[in-house]
């Protein structure tokens, strides 16, 4: 079973940036797409950014300005940059990584969370 590996989460004071990073080394094809959500208790997981095949990258409203997904598709390995964190971003992220639509080597793999908190 691959492993994602994730790091970087932590408590910080709004304003403050942070760095996630997520990756494996498992030998695997090249990714498609590689994303990062959200999650607080008592939602549902929701989308936070994601990066695509040609280098197309994708952010939800509330972090547009703030955040910035960066990574590479065949390394495996993408880090989401926070800056100016408020109170509304504390959550546990997970990075996901996936590579759909091909007849073989297909995979979903996600990683395990890291817990940001924002504090005043």
């Known amino acids: 079973q691959v492993q994602l590996v994730e790091s970087g989460g932590g408590s910080v004071q709004a304003g403050e940036s942070l760095r996630l990073s997520c990756g494996t080394s498992?030998?695997?094809?090249?990714?498609?797409?590689m994303g990062w959500y959200r999650q607080v208790p008592g939602k549902e997981r929701e989308f936070v950014a994601s990066m695509r095949s040609g280098g197309v990258t994708d952010l939800v409203n509330s972090v547009k300005g703030r955040f910035t997904i960066s990574g590479d598709l065949v390394d495996h390995t993408v880090s989401l940059q926070m800056n100016d964190l408020k109170l509304e971003d504390t959550a546990v992220y997970y990075c996901?990584?996936?590579?759909?639509?091909?007849?073989?080597?297909?995979?979903?793999?996600w990683g395990q969370g890291t817990q940001v908190t924002v504090s005043s």
């Open positions: 996901n990584i996936r590579r759909r639509g091909f007849v073989t080597g297909n995979y979903d793999y």
């Open positions: 498992a030998n695997i094809r090249a990714a498609n797409y």
